[in-house]
């Protein structure tokens, strides 16, 4: 029987499965295919790499309404499926872009990160949800420090995160439990959110906080400025975990 739906390239088998699996995280098969809505025997077929063709872009789409929330994107699976992304994917979905946004955030971050004095490693932790990145620093002033990615999308949504929602996200971290020696950097590519962020200050946070602006074409960081917190601030803790414009 044909397929109603060809390809525009090839098929990368190996790189779809991959991408499945690493959507699945920690949940079982039943769930895994519950969660994508599909059948039980269709994901096991998949993620065992027992297949020639590639599901069609609706059954990508409808998979990619779970995969996207593990980081996986709609766009990913259908590039690695062999479609045309400007011809298949909702490219300005608010949700692709959040998430294009955070992973060249991650990669621009991490590699200013591979530059600084210390030592650092990325961090596993129970807070993972809250935080898009969280690290570890060995033997230094600062313990832990979590990055929370925030981009505007212009013309889908209103500018986020609005002036509630970052006093919102301010009141969690005050009743979360830290590490009196920790940081928390909110990092956008947006100056009109680095510029709302900077007025915003969280005075009764016990932890180091700043907003760091960013250029993801690029992977550059183009300045971080600290927020006044319930701590004081020093001149060496500054100069030394302030990542350096690149």
């Known amino acids: 029987m044909s397929r109603a739906v060809q390809p525009d390239f090839e098929f990368d088998k190996e790189k779809f499965t991959e991408l499945l699996i690493k959507a699945q995280g920690r949940l079982t098969l039943t769930d895994y295919a519950n969660e994508c809505g599909v059948s039980l025997a269709y994901m096991c077929k998949y993620l065992k790499g027992k297949f020639d063709k590639a599901p069609t872009p609706s059954t990508i789409k409808k998979i990619a309404r779970f995969t996207e929330t593990n980081g996986i994107t709609e766009e ?28 060249l955030g991650i990669a621009t971050i991490t590699s200013a990160l591979s530059e600084c004095d210390f030592k650092w490693n990325v961090k596993q932790s129970t807070d993972s949800k809250f ?80 907003v760091i ?24 803790i500054k100069a030394k975990y302030t990542l350096n414009k690149r």
């Open 76 to 103: 990913e699976l259908l590039e690695a499926a062999g479609y045309s992304v400007a011809k298949y994917s909702d490219a300005n979905n608010a949700r692709n872009i959040a998430l294009r946004f955070e992973k």
């Open 213 to 236: 602006l960013i250029n993801t074409d690029d992977m550059r960081i183009i300045k971080e400025e600290y927020l006044e917190t319930y701590l004081t601030l020093s001149d060496d």
């Open 131 to 210: 935080f898009d990145l969280a690290i570890e620093i060995d033997d230094g002033d600062i313990d832990n420090w979590m990055f929370d990615f925030k981009t505007r999308i212009d013309d889908i949504e209103p500018a986020t995160p609005s002036q509630q929602r970052i006093y919102m996200y301010y009141a969690k971290l005050v009743c979360m439990q830290h590490s009196p020696k920790s940081k928390m950097s909110f990092v956008t590519n947006s100056d009109v959110l680095y510029d709302e962020i900077k007025q915003m200050h969280p005075y009764m946070l016990p932890m180091y906080a700043s």
